[in-house]
């Protein structure tokens, strides 16, 4: 089992930055691929970021490739998402998952977070 709490969210302007936050309980973090996943109001879940076990491939949205930035930390059993540039389409709650297997899948996750809202104003 592992349960994962994501924090950093919060209002930001167009143009800014946040750092989001996942902290994941338990010893087999580095097991486990991990993702970022967003739903705006209104839409469907989406796909955002995914990384390997230990860091070394990443896989991202068009939506967001080169502004995003997806890292982990397997010592502090935590997942990052830096987001730079933040547009208004941005604004949506984020989740982080946890998967055995690397996919952008969110069907292919096998924990989520609560979420955290990010809101990015014009």
């Known amino acids: 089992q592992v349960q994962l709490v994501e924090s950093g969210g919060g209002l930001v302007q167009a143009g800014g930055s946040l750092r989001l936050s996942c902290a994941a309980s338990?010893?087999?973090?580095?097991?486990?691929?991990m993702g970022w996943f967003r739903q705006a109001p209104g839409k469907e879940r989406e796909f955002v970021a995914v990384?390997?076990?230990?860091?070394?491939?990443?896989v991202y949205a068009d939506s967001v490739k080169g502004r995003f930035t997806i890292s982990r930390d397997n010592a502090k059993t935590t997942l990052y998402l830096q987001m730079n540039s933040l547009k208004p389409e941005d604004t949506a709650v984020y989740y982080c998952a946890a998967s055995r297997v690397i996919t952008t899948s969110q069907y292919g996750m096998d924990y989520w977070g609560k979420g955290t809202l990010v809101t990015v104003s014009s």
């Open positions: 338990g010893r087999t973090f580095s097991m486990y691929a």
């Open positions: 990384i390997s076990w230990i860091g070394r491939s990443t």
